[in-house]
Structure formats: structure tokens, C-alpha cells
């Protein structure tokens, strides 16, 4: 078992839950959670330790959000498929092609460097690295989501998976 195979399991993903995962409302939901985020922590400046009331609110529709919505069976949407295409790679990374294992890499790189800046925005209350880091962690993530959507479908068309 992998390192991802045994996070998904640490964090209750099975087939059951990927399929919840891979709803349209599931994945544009979390997007939207990260603007929610940012205004929570930042809040602090304002409320105080009273901050932590909409950030814990915001951990725990995260933790909820892929059990929140009804299963995909066929993925048709975008997301749904990308959501498909994480799940074939978290099972079994040796399937993806050697250029898709590259870039997946460099978007991850990406995403924590978003990640380190949007920290120090928040940290130091600057706008644009907390602007520029959160939009380098969301243009990382759907362009992962569109890569791994393009990965399900080879796997469909190869006949590997059914639709």
C-alpha cells in the first residue's frame, strides 16, 4: 500500500466516499471554501480569537463536504472525471504516464510554494502574496484536476475502467 492509498484510507475515502468526492457540487464547494478560509483567518485582525469559530466551522465542512453529496456513478462533468482520474492514481501510481507523474510533480511544487506565500500573507496581513499564493494553489489544482481527467479518460477509451 502506498503513501496516498494509506492517506485516502486514514481519512475514510473509500469507493463509496470517491464516488461522493466526485460530485460537481462536492468539488466546486471546496473551491469556494478557500476565499471562506482566507477571510476566516484574516478576520482575527477584527474578532480575535473568536476567529477560530468560522475557521473550525470551515475544517469541518471539509471534513463533511465529500459525504455531503450524493455519489457519482458515471462521471460526465469535468470534475467528476478528474475526481475518477485521482482515484485510478491514488490506487495505483504506476499507470500514469511518465509525463503526467512529471507535471503532477511541478504543480506540486507549485501548490506549496502558493501554499508558503499564502501563509505569509496571512501571517503578515499582505495582500498579495495571500492573492497570489491562493491563486497559484487554485490554477494547481484544476489544471491537476484537468490533467487527471485526460489520465480517466485514456484509462475509459484503453477500456480499463468502465464508465
Request: net charge positive.
Amino acid at each position: 500500500m502506498n503513501v496516498l492509498q494509506r492517506y485516502a484510507r486514514a481519512v475514510g475515502m473509500n469507493t463509496d466516499a470517491w464516488r461522493r468526492h466526485a460530485n460537481p457540487w462536492s468539488v466546486w464547494t471546496r473551491f469556494a471554501t478557500l476565499p471562506l478560509l482566507i477571510v476566516a483567518i484574516w478576520s482575527r485582525a477584527w474578532i480575535g480569537w473568536w476567529a477560530l469559530v468560522p475557521l473550525a466551522v470551515l475544517v469541518i465542512w471539509l471534513w463533511l463536504n465529500p459525504r455531503a453529496f450524493g455519489p457519482v456513478d458515471t462521471p460526465t462533468a469535468w470534475s467528476s472525471k478528474g475526481i475518477f482520474g485521482e482515484h485510478l492514481w491514488v490506487q495505483d501510481r504506476s499507470q500514469m504516464p511518465a509525463g503526467f507523474a512529471v507535471v503532477q510533480r511541478f504543480w506540486m511544487v507549485g501548490g506549496f510554494a502558493g501554499a508558503g506565500m499564502l501563509v505569509w500573507g496571512l501571517i503578515t496581513f499582505a495582500i498579495w502574496p495571500t492573492v497570489f499564493g491562493a491563486t497559484l494553489i487554485v490554477y494547481g489544482q484544476l489544471w491537476r484536476i484537468d490533467r487527471l481527467g485526460i489520465f480517466f479518460d485514456q484509462h475509459v477509451t484503453r477500456g480499463d475502467v468502465a464508465r
